[in-house]
Structures are given as structure tokens and as C-alpha cells.
């Protein structure tokens, strides 16, 4: 199977070396899709919930798996002041859920208090990349001395 323009080819070992030069620095990137994955897959489909326990500095941002397509797909959860859509660099903070096939929750801390913050979910796998829309919004509470 090709994805994205390349032949992916099982690894069977894979080494590192330190990079030639005093104090250089090498950047090593692998990708690809988990090896013994064979047949058909459709992209997974995922919704945003609505944040609950929101709070001054704190809130649960969630969503739903509603089909993983037939792979188990890798979630990520974005948040931010400024809703980034469907670009992942638009997005101020991110949390990597890992594989999800059903409902997921996060818990976000170090929130700014009566701030409006916006938040998203991905789901990554054997066929590509899908996101849970639209995206959802919430307002953390006002801090106040008791």
C-alpha cells in the first residue's frame, strides 16, 4: 500500500548515528503505518463534545470515536484562544491521546481564568487524517477572592 506519494516497506532494523561536526545537531524523521496492516481502510470518524467541569484554570474537553474505519485511530486533542479549524499548526496546544475507539477525555490545568478557549479533536489512521467538527467552545470562569 502507498500513502502519501511513497512505498512503504517494513523495517527490520533501524540505527542512529551521532552527526559529523563539534556540537551538530541531526534531525531523523520515520514515518509510515504500523507493519502486518493489510486490506482497506476508510477514514475514521470522530465528533467534539461539549468541555464540561469548567472551572477558573481547569476544564474536560472530550469527544467520540463514532467509526474507527477499520483501524483504531490515533486521537489528538487541540485547544487555544483562536479556533485553528482543521490546521493543526493553527492550534496553540495540543495532547496526544493515543489509540481510541469510542468516547476520550481530556483534562486541561494552567487554563487563564474568564478566558474563551476553543478546542478540536483528530483522528489518524491506516487511511489518512479526519477531524471532529465543528469545534467547540467554552469559557473559563471569572477567579474571585472569597
Same mark, same amino acid.
Given at each position: 500500500?502507498a &500513502? @502519501?506519494?511513497?512505498?512503504?516497506?517494513?523495517?527490520?532494523? &533501524?540505527? @542512529? =548515528?551521532?552527526? *559529523?561536526? *563539534?556540537?551538530?545537531t /541531526?534531525?531523523? /524523521?520515520?514515518?509510515?503505518? +504500523?507493519?502486518?496492516?493489510?486490506?482497506?481502510?476508510? &477514514?475514521?470518524?470522530?465528533?467534539?463534545?461539549? $468541555?464540561?467541569?469548567?472551572?477558573? +484554570?481547569?476544564?474536560? !474537553?472530550?469527544? *467520540?470515536?463514532?467509526?474507527?474505519?477499520? =483501524?483504531? #485511530?490515533? !486521537?489528538?486533542?487541540?485547544?487555544? #484562544? !483562536?479556533?485553528?479549524?482543521?490546521?493543526? *499548526?493553527?492550534? $496553540?496546544?495540543?495532547?496526544?491521546?493515543?489509540?481510541?475507539?469510542?468516547? @476520550? /477525555?481530556?483534562?486541561?490545568?494552567?487554563?487563564? #481564568?474568564?478566558?474563551?478557549?476553543?478546542?478540536?479533536?483528530? /483522528?489518524?489512521?491506516?487511511?489518512?487524517? %479526519?477531524?471532529? $467538527? #465543528?469545534?467547540?467552545? @467554552?469559557?473559563?470562569?471569572?477567579? %474571585?477572592?472569597?
Amino acid at each position: 500500500m502507498a &500513502l @502519501f506519494g511513497a512505498t512503504n516497506k517494513l523495517l527490520t532494523s &533501524l540505527t @542512529f =548515528d551521532q552527526a *559529523a561536526g *563539534a556540537g551538530a545537531t /541531526a534531525v531523523y /524523521a520515520v514515518s509510515g503505518v +504500523r507493519a502486518g496492516q493489510t486490506g482497506t481502510y476508510a &477514514l475514521a470518524t470522530v465528533t467534539n463534545l461539549p $468541555a464540561a467541569g469548567v472551572g477558573t +484554570r481547569s476544564a474536560t !474537553i472530550s469527544g *467520540a470515536v463514532l467509526s474507527t474505519g477499520g =483501524d483504531a #485511530p490515533e !486521537i489528538v486533542v487541540y485547544y487555544g #484562544p !483562536i479556533d485553528g479549524g482543521t490546521t493543526a *499548526a493553527n492550534w $496553540a496546544q495540543w495532547v496526544w491521546l493515543g489509540s481510541q475507539s469510542g468516547n @476520550f /477525555a481530556q483534562s486541561l490545568t494552567g487554563l487563564t #481564568p474568564n478566558t474563551a478557549y476553543y478546542c478540536s479533536c483528530a /483522528a489518524v489512521n491506516a487511511a489518512g487524517a %479526519s477531524w471532529g $467538527a #465543528p469545534s467547540q467552545s @467554552f469559557t473559563t470562569a471569572n477567579a %474571585s477572592l472569597a
